[in-house]
């Protein structure tokens, strides 16, 4: 028997390997709210969800094993790739029907 429920996300932390400014940059872009930003570590609201941007994270396993998506609820899945494209976000794959 669970003494316990989980019932929300409430935080995604990412390894990043990149600049956490540049990535912050590109977040703020797709329109996330920027909570806080030092160099090793960057904050991002998406709702009620935060993104965390972290270069201890990726420094501190041997290695990163494989990759991460994160997907965001919108609209018009398509009309809103459009528009990213427009503004110079590079996707690495064409929006695909989730189910």
Known sequence: M???????ISAIMLGVTR???????LLRTLGLEVIMQEPQL?????????????LGHTR???HIAGTTEVVFQVEAVRATHSALAALGV??????????
């Open 60 to 62: 501190s396993a041997p």
């Open 42 to 54: 960057a904050l991002l609201r998406s709702g009620t969800v935060l993104l965390g941007l972290s």
């Open 19 to 25: 600049s956490v400014t540049r990535i912050s940059l």
């Open 90 to 99: 590079k996707f690495v794959t064409e929006p695909q029907p989730a189910t």
């Open 2 to 8: 669970r003494q316990f429920q989980l019932s929300q």
